[in-house]
């Protein structure tokens, strides 16, 4: 490298320092007070963006009239089927589209508690962490290792302890 | 060209997107949400990839969603349609970034024209006349002081997207402080950014725009003008081409300063510039939209184009092609948007199963439409069900057409605006063309229809 791009990685490297310390932090607050999904600031050719997990936020209010009275989609839908909500539970369900991979020591058998990782989907290379919806046992995976998965597609079931 | 497509958006533009494609040879992917599940684009789909629930923040609008279903699908291109993120710079450059295409203008084309208040001056420089107007509003004082400078009254309008969301005319400091509010939150609830400016209002104005169709190379037609005059609050509810208000010399005029403006300042693909027109027949250019529009059936019904093969094609890296004198554009078409709302109650969006839908037809009738019989209408999103579109040699056979077409047109089980478009196909103003964009709101809609069953 010549000295110019010497200077020129060192100083971008100062910028990344400063904008972590001193952008990122009042970012991430805003963003917690906040409703936004996403937060992005530019400033001199840099552009920081936050976003918050998919998974975190409440359901969709109704903003129109409707003629009838519709349930509210429970959180962990499987992708199809409409059974009773009981028969959903211990369905754990994709928390968004991108490809999905096991937490290691996880596996057939495992005790989780109610919120435990299981696993994460990856998208864009932002890990979204798979969790358990309720206490039980893994009773096994619906999909392997680095499958592709859509938004709420059925990734394992958990059965709970009687 | 692209071997596979990522439909990036919902509703009849899916359907509209998926034809385009299905005609060219390319597969195509449909991205839904959780509530469209049953919808007629995921229906007829090669593929669907459910992208997140039914809240558009976390689905239509959310970049990352649709991006990670385009790369877990296998699509080399993604179109946005119109709204949601169709004319967002970060998500076009996203969407580059991992080595995919946006289907519309590039990223930094995008940027270029992202602005309001800069396009204006943009294209102003190139030749276009333009509307007084204010830059961004930073808070309520700033947009006094600016409302002041440009005179009452004036137009606020939110800087991100279109479809009359968030914008509301003033004609008083105090009027302007009360609307701002609302203004702010509808915007940000439409686009995801509150941020407005303001725009000299012109009374009795007709809205007329032109559709233009750049490839990168800087070859461009313009594939005339478009006249959306009825509107409702900023909405527009009917469009024909060609505008009935103007002649062919203003025409010509409008068109051709259109097509020169946005090629120098180096537009690229399909885009449409509104301009306002005054009782004097003086043209003001008010802003551009960098994405197909719903009313681009009007033009294909003129010109016998396909524009969303075209922008297709045009985002592929194709020349044009053709020329200014390729464009024939021929005979007259109107296009009546078919909303779920109530005309009689403030235009109240409506949710609901449609019990039974029966499309018109016969010559020269058009109906881009997502509605089946048994279809339930989500609460979430825009109450559009589909367009009509009708063609005739000239506008009194398009007229005459499109009262058969719309009394064939059977949308039950849900309330319609089917009433305003028969009332508007039998009232003097609209028949004899003279109408501006204050038709329905000068005597409410309510009114309107009260007015016609007299």
Partial sequence: MTDEQLE????????????????????????????????????????????????????????????????????????????????????????????????????VGSKLRSGDPLGYVDVLGVRQEVVSPIDGALRGFEVESGQAVEYGQPIARVEAEA | MFSKILIANRGEIALRIQRACRKMGIASVVAYSEADRESRAVQLADEAVCIGPAESRRSYLSASALLSAALVAGCDAVHPGYGFLSEDDTFAEMVRAHGLTFIGPPPEVLERFASKAGTRTLLGKHGLPTIPGSGMLRDDAHALAEAD??????????????????????????????????????????????????????????????????????????????????????????????????????REALCEA????????????????????????????????????????????????????????????????????????????????????????????????????????????????????????????????????VWGRDRNEAIARSRDAIDELVVDGIVTNIPLHRALLDHDTFLHGEFTTNLLDRVGSAAFLREAAA
């Fill in chain 1, 8 to 107: 020129q990685t060192a100083q971008a490297r100062a910028t990344i320092a400063r904008l972590a310390d001193e952008v990122v932090p009042i970012l991430i607050e805003r963003l917690a007070k906040s409703d936004l999904g996403e937060l992005e600031v530019r400033e001199n050719g840099w552009r920081v963006r936050l976003r918050r997990p998919l998974a975190d936020g409440a359901a969709a209010a109704a903003p129109v009239a409707h003629s009838s009275q519709r349930q509210p989609h429970p959180v962990m839908a499987p992708a199809s089927s409409g059974g009773p909500r009981e028969a959903l539970r211990g369905v754990v369900a994709s928390p968004a589209v991108g490809y999905f991979a096991p937490r290691i020591g996880v596996e």
């Fill in chain 2, 258 to 389: 259109a097509i020169h403006a946005v090629v120098a300042a180096g537009y690229e693909n399909l885009g449409t510039l509104e301009f306002l027109l005054d009782r004097d027949g003086n043209f003001f250019f008010i802003e551009i939209n960098c994405r197909i529009q719903v009313e681009h059936p009007v033009t294909e019904m003129l010109s016998g184009m396909d524009l969303v093969a075209e922008q297709i094609r045009i985002a592929a890296g194709e020349p044009l092609g053709y020329g200014q004198q390729d464009v024939v554009l021929n005979g007259h078409a109107l296009e009546f948007r078919i909303n779920a709302e109530d005309t009689a109650h403030d235009f109240r969006p409506q949710a609901g199963i449609v019990e039974r839908y029966v499309a018109p037809g016969g010559p020269f009738v058009r109906m881009d439409s997502h509605l089946y019989s048994g279809y339930e209408v989500p609460p979430y999103y825009d109450s559009m069900l589909g367009k009509l579109i």
């Fill in chain 2, 149 to 250: 400078r440009i005179g009452y009254p004036v137009l606020i309008k939110p800087s991100a997207g279109g479809g009359g969301k968030g914008m509301r005319m003033v004609r008083s400091p105090r009027e302007l402080q009360q609307a701002m509010t609302i203004c702010r939150s509808e915007a940000m609830a439409a686009f995801h950014d509150d941020s407005l400016y303001l725009e000299k209002w012109l009374e009795d104005n007709r809205h007329v725009e032109v559709q233009v169709v750049v490839d990168r190379y800087g070859n461009g037609v313009h594939v005339g003008e478009r006249d959306c005059s009825v509107q409702r609050r900023h909405q527009k509810v009917l469009e024909e081409a060609r505008s009935p208000a103007m002649t062919d010399g203003q």
